[in-house]
T-cell receptor, first 114, second 115 residues
Framework: SQQGEEDPQALSIQEGENATMNCSYK?????LQWYRQNSGRGLVHLIL?????REKHSGRLRVTLDTSKKSSSLLITASRAADTASYFC??????????????FGGGTRVLVKP | AAGVIQSPRHLIKEKRETATLKCYPI?????VYWYQQGPGQDPQFLIS???????DKGSIPDRFSAQQFSDYHSELNMSSLELGDSALYFC??????????????FGEGSRLTVL
């Protein structure tokens, strides 16, 4: 079963509105990350939040993490048409000398209409 | 800035054929990861290498094999291809542990179509 599952699966909003998507996971984590993927393209890292953090901001992005509920949310404020993409959460556990294997959730497809 | 380079970007094969995908990580990144993403699916971890040794293994079929070479590039070899192997294959890299923040850097992917 997947480590992370996202909600909603798809989201359609008007430009200027905020977009919120949620992610749940099942096991203990070291960090949780959000990635963006334009159709058929590579995954681009957006933001990382560590397990001892509760909230993090980066530009128009705000991420929260609730380890007691094993959930995270990504908020994109003042959305733009260029934000149209799929957004994935991924849970990671940094393993010394072996990197950080990520387990991805199902993704939320966001459509921002001009 | 240099990114992860994958080749080929597109590949079309027949069933039961063999395919090889290549990945060139960002310079000074010593860890490479391979992911498979089927149509409408989330990326699934296949395998990773650190300093040319396999560091972790996921849902990689026995028909697939991979290795990391002395220049840190990696190759994913897929044999006896099946229709279900049609997918986007991503390579990602990350730097050595000291100071590492946890972010993975992904290539643009190789799209494999099996007919």
């Amino acid at each position: 079963s997947q480590q992370g599952e996202e909600d909603p699966q798809a989201l359609s909003i008007q430009e200027g509105e905020n977009a919120t998507m949620n992610c749940s996971y099942k096991t203990s984590i070291n960090n949780l990350q959000w990635y963006r993927q334009n159709s058929g393209r590579g995954l681009v890292h957006l933001i990382l939040i560590r397990s001892n953090e509760r909230e993090k901001h980066s530009g128009r992005l705000r991420v929260t993490l609730d380890t007691s509920k094993k959930s995270s949310s990504l908020l994109i404020t003042a959305s733009r048409a260029a934000d149209t993409a799929s957004y994935f959460c991924a849970t990671g556990e940094i393993i010394k000398a072996a990197g950080n294997k990520l387990t991805f959730g199902g993704g939320t497809r966001v459509l921002v209409k001009p | 800035a240099a990114g992860v380079i994958q080749s080929p970007r597109h590949l079309i094969k027949e069933k039961r054929e063999t395919a090889t995908l290549k990945c060139y990580p960002i310079p000074r990144h010593d860890t490479v990861y391979w992911y498979q993403q089927g149509p409408g699916q989330d990326p699934q971890f296949l395998i990773s290498f650190y300093e040319k040794m396999q560091s972790d293994k996921g849902s990689i079929p026995d028909r697939f094999s991979a290795q990391q070479f002395s220049d840190y590039h990696s190759e994913l070899n897929m044999s006896s291809l099946e229709l279900g192997d049609s997918a986007l294959y991503f390579c990602a890299s990350s730097p050595g542990y000291s100071g590492y923040t946890g972010e993975l850097f992904f290539g643009e992917g190789s799209r494999l179509t099996v007919l």
